[in-house]
């Protein structure tokens, strides 16, 4: 099994800067994938970013150049560095494992980012 914990959503104002991480606990293997998502209100939910164990990333053209997605070395946290913050970025960020092993998607429970105008 495997657990996701995120932290860091928060409020903060248009222009401004925030940091999301996520911390998975259990059996990770080397071929997971881990990243984020998100889901605005009334709105399906959405890639935002992706890294592979060997560092590989995806990025939604949405968030290119503002955001950054990175992975520790021990390779079971992964984080999410928002800047220049826009409040169509308003929605909850979920953390996601994809275990390609199997073809199975883990989900933490989500984080909050909310950006004023």
């Known amino acids: 099994q495997v657990q996701l914990v995120e932290s860091g959503g928060g409020l903060v104002q248009a222009g401004g800067s925030l940091r999301l991480s996520c911390a998975a606990s259990g059996t990770i293997f080397n071929t997971d994938a881990m990243g984020w998502y998100r889901q605005a209100p009334g709105k399906q939910r959405e890639l935002v970013a992706t890294?592979?164990?060997?560092?590989?990333?995806n990025y939604a053209d949405s968030v290119k150049g503002r955001f950054t997605i990175s992975r520790d070395n021990a390779k079971t946290t992964v984080h999410l560095q928002m800047n220049s913050l826009k409040p169509e970025d308003t929605a909850v960020y979920y953390c996601n494992l994809y275990r390609r092993a199997y073809g199975m998607d883990y989900w933490g429970k989500g984080t909050l980012v909310t950006v004023s105008s």
């Open positions: 890294i592979t164990r060997g560092g590989d990333t």
